[in-house]
């Protein structure tokens, strides 16, 4: 029979297992590990000390979680086997596979090593633990993309596309395209977002797909094509490490822990994070002046609202795996008329966000760019969307820009 607890060692779940730990217990083990990598964990620790059995087939589930964890950063370290549990272990070969430590100390000694050079941020969030390292202090630049204004009008035509080098191009999000000739592209516009020089959007349309670009900036030809939005690079300042330990995280208050930790006015953002449900909207038809509405009122006016736009009353895809990028402020009332129009109207942030497949994700901050290169190149993608405030999220990594404002 397998028992077990569940209890708090510093950042990190430590599962006190009792009893066998052999085939019939493998299906609650994997159950039990799999919610708790669901639920953010990437280091487990697992007490063995009242284990009295375990067979080869049993540690199987093991080896599958450690296999899981591994691709993100993560990892099962076991204490204080007997010496018998320690002998299969060491038949099985899973001695050179897993971390086996005589007592909790020492374990968390390691944890401590393997932070080295982190800063912890003093609970910038509460219920929330947020780790950080410095990076390059040089500022970034922003740059608006054509104009929004003609948005609720449905009014934009050819002369309103803004053609953009995607060489010229690091992050940014609006409402943008890919294509040469206008008859054909213009009614594919939607949401979109650039990401380390990737580009991603979701066509307007009936049944719709995200279509993307990888590492787009290396090819000189590229062009993205533009109603409106905005662009920025320069140097991450910090690349942040976060945990709701007592509750998501939603994206309002993940903002403000950013500037906690940072000191700057305007900031571009790039998040890497497990949904805990989102709160997002996107257009479902581009708002060109064809296709403007018959009863001349804006495209959100109620009566044309559900036809324009997609936003569902309650939050969605929970346990993804997303990618967002955005611009957030301080305080909206300090930053410039043009600032301002690039968010929501007494918003302080704008932030697009991709959805990918549900998969545990690295959160080691010294991996960022790799894992960011992961999950665009292995992971299905679904959907781009504005994100909202109420989003949650149960954990990630985050990388933070300081912008001239």
């Given amino acids: 029979m397998f028992e077990y607890d569940l209890r708090e060692e510093d950042a990190c779940r430590c599962i006190v297992a009792r009893g066998r730990v052999d085939a019939l217990s493998a299906p609650d083990i994997q159950k039990l590990l799999d919610r708790l990598v669901l639920d953010g964990e990437r280091l487990l620790l697992v007490d063995m000390a009242s284990v009295n059995y375990v067979s080869s087939a049993g540690l199987r589930v093991f080896l599958a979680a450690q296999k899981q964890l591994t691709k993100v950063g993560g990892e099962i370290i076991f204490i204080g086997m007997n010496t018998q549990v320690f002998k299969v272990f060491r038949m099985s070969g899973l001695t050179n596979v897993f971390r086996i430590a005589g007592s909790t100390d020492e374990v968390l000694h390691l ?10 941020a003093i609970e910038p969030i509460e219920g929330a633990r947020m780790e950080y390292v410095e990076r390059a202090r040089g500022k970034g630049t922003i740059f608006a993309i054509g104009s929004p204004d003609k948005t609720a009008g449905s009014a934009y035509g050819e002369k309103d596309v803004v053609p953009v080098e995607a060489s010229r191009m690091q992050f940014g999000c609006g409402l943008a395209t890919l294509g040469e000739r206008y008859e054909e ?6 949401e979109s977002m650039v990401v380390k ?58 903002a403000k822990g950013f500037f906690a930790i940072s000191a700057a006015s305007v900031l571009g953002v790039v998040i890497i994070a497990e949904s805990k449900g989102l709160w997002g909207m996107h257009l479902k038809k581009a708002p ?20 324009w736009v997609d936003f569902p009353v309650e939050p969605t895809y929970a346990n993804h795996a997303v990618v967002a990028t955005g611009i957030a402020v301080r305080d909206r009332e300090s930053v410039s008329p043009q600032m301002q129009s690039l968010m929501a109207e ?13 998969t545990p994700l690295n959160k080691n901050t ?3 760019d790799g ?6 190149n292995e992971l299905q993608v679904y959907k781009i969307q504005h994100i909202l405030g109420r989003s949650r999220f149960s954990g990630g990594m985050a990388a933070i820009i300081e912008l001239d404002g």
Avoid: C
């Fill in 346 to 358: 007494e918003g302080n942030f704008h932030i697009h966000g991709a959805i990918f497949e549900k």
């Fill in 185 to 190: 592209y213009k009614e594919l516009f939607g």
């Fill in 366 to 368: 010294n991996g960022f």
């Fill in 288 to 307: 060109l002046m064809e296709q403007r509405p018959d009863n001349g009122k804006s495209i959100f006016d109620d009566k044309n609202f559900s036809e």
């Fill in 111 to 120: 944890i401590e090593q393997g932070r080295a050079g982190a800063i912890v």
């Fill in 371 to 376: 894992e960011l290169l992961r999950i665009f």
């Fill in 197 to 254: 020089g990737s580009f991603f959007f979701y066509p307007a349309v009936k049944h719709s797909s995200v279509d993307f670009l990888v590492n787009a900036e290396e090819d000189p030809g590229t062009v993205y094509r533009f109603l409106h939005g905005f662009g920025f690079d320069g140097p991450y300042r910090y690349l942040i490490s976060f945990e709701g330990r007592e509750r998501p995280l939603d994206l309002t208050s993940l």
